[in-house]
């Protein structure tokens, strides 16, 4: 297997396959010299390669992890792995147009290949207790679903810097994806999001947070919040705070990681063990990319479907583009999306291009 984009995501999930007696070889890959030997030396690979065709080209490579930025390269590379016959988990975003995750899904289907996204919140115990509470009647009939997710300034940066995709598509994406997954087999009919401006307007030009109402075709009412403004106490800080309610029960999560708390002299308030993708503590945890990077390669070896279809990231991947154009012209948009929409949200993106 390999790993292409060995950074922050892609180095906890080259670590996680070192660490596994379950992948014979390893091959990484990184445009990065400096970073690509970081990883070598940590995971001891068959090849490192500072151009991903070598791994496309290499036959004896089944399984390929896509974990590149900036997102704008993840359908082109997705597109070659699979050409080549890979079986693929590619980040999130699936693509950063419709037609281009449509393509791939198509490749992916047509060859029997296994495609999918890494949506690893799926993996956080938390999530996955409360799908299964929802899932076995506990709950009863579910009413409503907040989840409200806030990231570090520093982290937001690092993101927005890469283009001008909202909060909405880089963080509310991973609470869409699970709070769908929870709701199955309801599906989201309409989108109604506004945003606020604040720090990182003047980064890229996004809102800080934005508040997006999901309603769904059986009547349950979803809001989801994402910011990525909370002060630079903790570089990689991600707090989330989640309310399910049914009539039969209640469910709230608390995962905002207060519990784990390092303070230094030198560095003061640290809220370790809190990432998104997770961290590696020696032999113990790596978060939620850990066990995702080894279901998907367990999914490959058994043929068994991944957790994340990519037909469930292409209906996320609508749900937070509607909450993109709904934030912009102040009004609800219906899902599906219109021909009307879809046509709204190429001008959105062709003005918002303009004014980069
Ligand atoms: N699942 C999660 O919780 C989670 C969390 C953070 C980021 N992400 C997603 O993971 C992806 C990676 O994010 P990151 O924070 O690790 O980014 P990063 O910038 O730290 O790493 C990306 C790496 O890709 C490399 N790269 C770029 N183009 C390449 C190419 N053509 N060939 C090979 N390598 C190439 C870069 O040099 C860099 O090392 C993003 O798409 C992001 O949206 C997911």
Not at 101 to 123: M, P, V
Not at 170 to 197: C, I, N
Request: glycine share 6%.
């Amino acid at each position: 297997m390999a790993v292409i984009g060995t950074g922050w995501c892609g180095g906890i999930r080259a670590e996680t396959l070192a660490r596994s007696a379950l992948p014979k070889k390893l091959h990484i890959c990184d445009i990065r010299p400096e970073r690509l030997a970081e990883v070598k030396a940590l995971t001891n690979p068959a090849t490192a390669t500072l151009d991903y065709q070598d791994i496309v080209k290499n036959p004896d490579i089944k399984v390929v992890y896509i974990s590149t930025t900036p997102e704008s390269n993840h359908y082109p590379i997705a597109r070659d792995c699979l050409r080549a016959g890979k079986h693929v988990l590619l980040e999130k975003p699936i693509a950063l147009e419709f037609w281009e995750a449509d393509e791939l899904i198509t490749l992916a289907k047509r060859a029997n290949l296994k495609f999918t996204i890494g949506y690893s919140q799926r993996f956080n115990p938390k999530i996955a207790y409360a799908k299964k509470k929802i899932s076995d009647g506990t709950l009863g009939k579910p009413v409503s679903v907040m989840v409200s997710r806030h990231l570090a300034r520093g982290l937001g940066t690092k993101i927005a810097k890469r283009g001008r995709l909202s909060p909405a598509v880089m963080e509310s994406t991973h609470d869409l994806d699970f709070v769908f997954w929870m709701l199955e087999p309801a599906k989201p009919v309409r989108v109604y999001s506004q945003g606020a401006y604040g720090y990182m307007q003047a980064i890229n030009g996004s809102y800080d947070v934005m508040w997006t109402t999901v309603t769904m075709d059986n009547g349950v009412v979803v809001v989801i919040g994402g910011g990525w403004n909370l002060p630079p106490s903790y570089p990689n800080y991600c707090s989330t705070w989640i309310e399910i309610t049914g009539t039969e029960g209640a469910l709230i999560l608390d995962d905002t990681h207060r519990d784990n708390w390092l303070n230094t002299v030198s560095e003061g308030t640290r809220f370790p063990m809190s990432t998104m993708p997770g961290e590696q503590v020696d032999e113990v945890f790596a978060g939620q990319m850990g066990p995702e990077t080894i279901h998907f390669l367990q999914a490959c070896m058994m043929d068994k479907p991944p957790m994340v279809s990519p037909e469930h990231a292409r209906m996320v991947m609508e749900a937070y583009t509607a909450a993109d154009l709904s934030a912009e012209i102040n009004e609800p948009v219906d899902l599906p999306l219109s021909n009307a929409s879809i046509s709204a949200i190429a001008d959105m993106k062709a003005r918002l291009e303009k004014s980069a």
